[in-house]
């Protein structure tokens, strides 16, 4: 069993697809075993999405990240890292596969309605930055 942290970011939340896009974690099969609403600061996002501060788009991602409300949450399943990336889509939803979260929901490359860790390592980062232990309920 696997976690990893997965964010609907704020193109999901503004058009009521909460509920749209965790069926279609569910129906993955990954388990939503932490989940949150909140609203990021710019600072929070900043802090986030540190690994990206030199890229060009570093300042358009964190605007967008704190345009509305986002939902983190934490997902269980068997390798869920890897898992979840092929439920998601490619990043770019130009290049999303058909079936996937992104090629089916997102706006644009920014608002490309969701975000999961792309390693171990990082999940664990990006879970602690979210929740506590005795928030994820397994
Ligand atoms: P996410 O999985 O949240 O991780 C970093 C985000 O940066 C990514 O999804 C995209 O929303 C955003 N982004 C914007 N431009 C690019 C780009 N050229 N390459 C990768 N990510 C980008």
Redesign the pocket.
Known sequence: MQRTLS?L?PDVTRRNLTGAVNERIERGGLRIIAQKRLHLTLTQAQKF?AV?QE?A?FN??CQSMISGPVVAQVLEGENAILHYRNVMGA??PANADEGTIRKDFAES??A?SV??SDSVENAAKEISFFFSEMEIVG
């Open positions: 964010i970011k999405y990206h890229r788009f358009d991602l990043t770019n490359i920014e490309n975000h999961g």
